[in-house]
């Protein structure tokens, strides 16, 4: 430390040093709240540490922070995770990650590159959040209960939920609480509707304005974690989402409570009054809603568009031939995480997130356990369900790592291709 005009001064080494800890840091949160795996940000992190001179980075992540030191022994860095990202964010993460790895910024600017993710505007605006909310329950709707008087209520109700949810940005109280909320309202909308006699099957239709709020990706991805060693994420993830999942089924049994509604209300029946035609169509409102509620830009439309169909194509010939949800629901998430990683091998420019996360939303591991841990509460439900509802999540847990798994050798082609390119430069 020397003095400079009577104020300490740290060493230029010392500070690039703090700097690049900082930028590892900033990265790995970024990923961690983006939705990737501690597992996986952990690997990116040291990947990019040695990338810039330090192979024997130390990190540790888990699913509310991340910590950095740039050796054993050294100094380290605390980086908090405060929300998640929109998929333009997670974007833009991805774009400075590759950025640094091809030399194109330098620490400073890639740090100040990171802080500049969570300020981007939404592309689409409130409105677009809103319509996108709308036309992703339609859409789902269409898939799990097709029937017109229930998309359109599924719709309506998707107003409710994108008010709650942009309330709870500045209330904390109601963030803590929203699970519940937005389930007591939905349900007490859509009992009120069925108890009327406007519409049938109101559970399955229930779910369908909530399931962007359901906890399905952070289960499946507690158990991911908990496969690949990470005790400590994995854990905190699956448990968060079972207490979520208890919240949402609080707010549905209340809401039936209130209402006087007979358990036999609750039953998992599926109609339909509209035919094959609104799977397809449900599938393009769902990747429509989706770019518009997570400001996705258009240009990514076409490779979100091209994993949400190949999952869902996966999953329906499972159904039919397997007669198995949790072997379609396997083969869905193998189908998922094998193309998003494999198109991120071939197009850099598309990261593995962008297209991987939406096909959570077909997945739906946490609606199915929405109604099983709901009918069970209500009595109408049996131990079974539970169980099968754990047995799926598994299922899709262990899809991804399989899925993973079988895309490792087109990254490693890929990123030799890569290195004979830049050595030919």
Not at 140 to 165: E, K, R
Not at 391 to 416: D, M, N
Request: charged letters at 10%; proline letters at 5%; a positive charge.
């Amino acid at each position: 430390m020397r003095a400079h005009y009577g104020v300490a001064v740290q060493p230029e080494s010392a500070a690039h040093q703090t700097a690049t800890r900082r930028l590892l840091a900033y990265v790995g949160a970024s990923l961690i709240a983006g939705g990737a795996t501690v597992t996986d940000a952990e690997l990116e992190v040291r990947r990019l540490g040695a990338h810039l001179g330090h192979p024997q980075v130390q990190v540790m992540g888990n699913p509310t922070g991340l910590t950095v030191a740039l050796g054993s022994g050294e100094p380290a860095t605390l980086e908090r995770i405060e929300g998640g990202l929109r998929l333009d964010q997670s974007l833009h993460v991805g774009r400075v990650r590759r950025d640094l790895l091809a030399g194109r910024l330098g620490v400073e600017e890639g740090v100040e590159a990171l802080r500049q993710a969570r300020e981007l505007p939404h592309l689409y605006g409130t409105p677009g959040f809103v319509g996108g909310l709308f036309v992703v329950s339609m859409g789902i709707c269409m898939i799990m209960q097709p029937a017109w008087a229930n998309v359109l209520l599924a719709g309506a109700c998707s107003l409710a939920v994108s008010w709650l949810m942009l309330a709870s940005a500045r209330h904390a109280l109601l963030a803590s609480l929203l699970p519940t909320v937005a389930a007591f309202v939905v349900s007490l909308a859509i009992l009120g509707t069925w108890q009327a006699g406007l519409v049938d099957g109101p559970l399955r239709t229930m779910v369908c304005p909530i399931a962007v709020l359901l906890p399905g990706s952070l289960l499946s991805t507690g158990i991911a974690e908990l496969a690949t060693g990470a005790v400590v994420s994995g854990t905190a993830r699956f448990s968060h989402g079972i207490v979520q999942l208890l919240l949402f089924a609080l707010g549905v049994v209340g809401a039936g409570v209130l209402l006087g509604i007979p358990p036999e209300a609750f039953t998992n029946v599926r109609l339909d009054q509209m035919g094959l035609w609104s799977l397809p169509v449900g599938l393009a409102l769902i990747t429509l809603g989706i770019t518009l509620s997570e400001s996705v830009p258009w240009r990514m439309v076409g490779w979100i568009s091209l994993v949400l169909t190949a999952t869902f194509t996966t999953q329906m010939l499972g159904q039919l031939h397997g007669e198995s949800l949790p072997v379609a629901a396997f083969g869905g998430a193998v189908v998922a995480s094998f193309l998003s990683t494999a198109i991120e091998a071939t197009r850099t420019n598309v990261p593995r997130l962008i297209t991987f996360l939406p096909s959570f939303w077909l997945l739906v591991p946490g609606t199915l356990g929405l109604m099983g841990i709901t009918t069970f509460g209500l009595g109408t439900g049996q131990v079974e369900a539970v169980v099968g509802v754990i047995t799926l999540i598994t299922a899709i847990a262990l899809g991804l790592l399989v899925g993973s798994a079988l895309a490792l050798p087109l990254k490693r082609i890929a990123r030799r291709i890569h290195v004979l390119q830049k050595l030919r430069r």
